[in-house]
């Protein structure tokens, strides 16, 4: 029988354990935010706070990110996760990390590391550490601990959740001499009885190789190093040489909560919605929840929003969820048909698209994460959707990117195309108390200009000279005028940071 | 959804759709239809007139038993 090498562990980043400075405290300590979970949605969220000058606390349970041992973390990151990555800064260190970037999924741990209690004005967390335990308070707790949340589990929160009979193993491998990098996916492969595999590169020269398995199959047989190895053996045939990094069986399930937003108590990430793998929505949404709260927390905290604009964090975030949860439910069905009238209809359409154009848009093997447009609401009266990170330049020639526009300060970008001089003073005037940066795009108008640009004009919808896109910090366009005036551009601002006569 | 008559030879069509299936095992019938309702489906092109076709088809209730 063959034997399967095993390459060693990653090698995950250690923070040693310092006592914090409460322990030895009988002040009880006051925070604004305090974030739990630090995966990608909680470390999202505290360095976009952090960027923001928002002091946040984030507990997590070990002193590490990232699993131990080499198993599954994060691999897909979407544009607009990737845009997020740029304003935070980090963006740069990603792309270079290679084909991918592995960022580590963190699940709550098995034991209890803190409680907590809500109170009229706050939540107190008891927190546990090895050299003891202390308490703090924080006016919002945001849950980041995943997809099984000790915080909802101790709210009585349903979470609607249903588990897939799907079942599948991953292998993940390097092998000696490079394979092609081109992700392959098989709906049906003849090496794995006619079920689906996937297969494609990821960081540090792995490649994932992900097999459909049956849905009654034993999971500790099917991932045991010499069966999932005869598999390899089976689809690569007898030359190739390989190295095993990880063999791990999985199911999925999904979950969604009715609401992000309890009171002071804000769910992200798998907290509050987990859908099938398909399509990378996981990681992505809980990034974009992050990025969707981020600005708003740090305006409430500073006092220059009010508490209204948080409950937007819910009325967007939820639909994008809901909408994540349909597509991806759609995707894993078309993988795991569940009747024979099923079987029929997908063998019709992959039949059918190796020689028909149209029938190739029904084949579904994950439709690919995407910035969810966001429904008309109080702050939306349009809705909302996503700006791209185009290219820009100001009109001296120097270049830049929405998204480093976006970086400095917590305030919405108003871009206005062509004002004059009168209109753009008293703009200023009638926006001053808001956190709202005015830009010209051409013109001759005193704001900061940037260069005419046709390609931003037609993304943001813009026709003509006069009219005004008003940028969220988290690049969604809130609002589209044309022939703006100073008025209608204080309107659109207040309207999207929920100011109204009670609010700064 | 149009239920007008708007097959030109509609006894041409049917003949032609049973010389389709003519000598084919069940199973293979079944992957044909699947494969003509998806080409015409493609014709139709309008959502809400295929969602209006799914509904009428599902909604149709045979007074006999499909299986001979």
Redesign the interface.
């Known amino acids: 029988m063959e034997n399967f090498a095993f390459a060693p562990a990653y090698e995950l980043p250690v923070w040693p354990f310092t006592p914090p400075p409460e322990l030895n405290s009988a002040k009880l300590v006051r925070h604004p935010i305090v974030i739990v979970g630090a995966g990608p949605s909680g470390l999202t969220l505290a360095c976009d706070l952090a960027q923001r000058g928002v002091h946040a606390v984030l507990l997590d349970e070990d002193d590490t990110v990232g699993v131990r041992g080499a198993s599954s973390r994060g691999i897909c990151y979407a544009q607009k996760s990737l845009e997020i990555f740029e304003r935070l800064g980090i963006y740069e260190r990603i792309a270079a990390k290679g084909i991918t970037w592995s960022f580590g999924r963190t699940f709550s741990g098995e034991q209890e590391v803190y409680n907590f209690n809500l109170q009229t004005d706050g939540v107190r967390l008891e927190i546990e550490t090895p050299a003891g335990s202390y308490a703090i308070e924080a006016d919002r707790l945001i849950d980041a601990t995943g997809a099984n949340s000790p915080i909802r589990a101790q709210l009585g929160i349903e979470a609607h959740s249903s588990r897939s009979t799907d079942r599948w193993c991953i292998s993940d491998v390097r092998f000696k001499k490079p394979l092609p990098t081109e992700r392959w996916t098989w709906v049906d492969a003849p090496f794995n009885e006619g079920r689906g595999v996937w297969q494609h590169l990821m960081a540090d020269g792995v490649w994932r190789i992900d097999y459909q398995m049956p849905e009654d199959c034993d999971t500790a047989y099917i991932s045991k190093p010499e069966v999932a190895g005869a598999r390899l053996r089976e689809q690569l045939g007898p030359d190739v040489e390989f190295e095993f990094v990880w063999i791990g069986p999985y199911g999925y399930r999904d979950h969604l909560l009715d609401s992000f937003r309890h009171g002071r108590v804000f769910f992200i990430g798998d907290a509050a919605h987990v859908v099938s793998p398909f399509g990378a929505r996981g990681g992505n949404s809980g990034i974009q929840d992050a990025a969707n709260l981020g600005w708003k927390l740090a305006l409430a905290a500073q006092g220059k929003a009010g508490d209204a604009l948080l409950d937007s964090y819910d009325a967007e975030r939820q639909p994008a969820a809901r909408q994540n949860l349909q597509v991806t439910s759609r995707s894993a069905r078309f993988l795991a048909p569940r009747s024979p009238?099923e079987h029929?209809?997908r063998?019709?359409?992959v039949?059918?698209a190796a020689r028909?154009p149209?029938?190739r848009a029904?084949v579904n093997t994950g439709r690919m994460s995407v910035a969810n447009d966001y429904p008309p609401a109080p702050v939306l009266p349009e809705g909302a959707r996503t700006v791209q990170n185009l290219p820009l330049h100001w009109a001296d020639g120097r270049e830049t990117t929405l998204m480093q526009l976006l970086a400095e300060g917590t305030q919405c970008i108003g871009l206005w195309f062509a004002p004059t001089r009168e209109q753009a003073l008293a703009a200023l005037d009638a926006t001053a108390a808001l956190p709202l940066r005015l830009l010209a795009v051409g013109g001759e108008s005193g704001l900061p200009t940037l260069r005419p640009d046709d390609r931003l004009a037609a993304h943001l919808g813009m026709d003509g000279a006069g009219g005004f896109a008003l940028v969220r910090p988290d690049a969604y366009r809130a609002a589209l005028l044309s022939n703006a005036t100073p008025q209608a551009i204080a309107s659109a601002a207040r309207t999207a940071l929920a100011h109204d006569d009670k609010t700064p | 959804m149009n239920t007008a008559p708007r097959i030109p030879d509609p006894d041409g069509f049917y003949a032609a759709l049973l010389a389709a299936h003519e000598g084919l095992s069940e199973?293979h019938s079944?992957?044909l239809n699947?494969?003509l309702?998806?080409?015409l489906a493609?014709q139709c092109a309008d959502q809400e007139v295929l969602l209006a076709c799914i509904r009428a088809a599902a909604e149709d209730n045979p007074t006999t038993d499909p299986t001979p």
């Open positions: 009238a029929t209809l063998r019709a359409v039949a059918l028909h149209f029938a029904l | 199973a079944a992957d699947a494969r309702v998806l080409l493609n």
